[in-house]
């Protein structure tokens, strides 16, 4: 079964840090650019961060930039986002996904995977 389903979600406090997961199953990731978007609470899903196929090329949106680390693991077929200084703000429902990588702008996605809530609160 194709599925990809980020892990590693949970409460933390403000300015903690977290990681996720991405993991894939049923196909190899190695050559799929990868995207997180997130969405919030009575908001739109946002795109935050992608990584292209063999991970030579990161994009980050403004509002993560600087705080949040993309990286790939393809032996693993996983991807992580790493979560640094997190604040209320960055609360809501984690999403990775296959996506287009695409120079300089958030990647289009392709294959959703399954969420995780990330809630930062004291």
């Known amino acids: 079964q194709v599925q990809l389903v980020a892990h590693g979600g949970g409460l933390v406090q403000p300015g903690g840090s977290l990681r996720l997961s991405c993991v894939a199953s049923?196909?190899?990731?190695?050559?799929?650019?990868i995207a997180w978007f997130r969405q919030a609470p009575g908001k739109e899903r946002e795109g935050i961060s992608c990584?292209?196929?063999?991970?030579?090329?990161?994009y980050y949106v403004d509002s993560v930039k600087g705080r949040f680390t993309i990286s790939r693991d393809d032996p693993k077929n996983t991807v992580y986002l790493q979560m640094n200084h997190l604040t209320p703000e960055d609360t809501a429902v984690y999403y990775c996904?296959?996506?287009?990588?695409?120079?300089?702008?958030?990647?289009?996605?392709?294959?959703w995977g399954l969420g995780t809530q990330v809630t930062v609160s004291s």
């Open positions: 990584v292209s196929g063999l991970g030579g090329s990161t």
């Open positions: 049923g196909f190899a990731l190695d050559y799929y650019a």
């Open positions: 996904a296959t996506a287009q990588f695409v120079s300089g702008e958030m990647c289009p996605a392709d294959f």
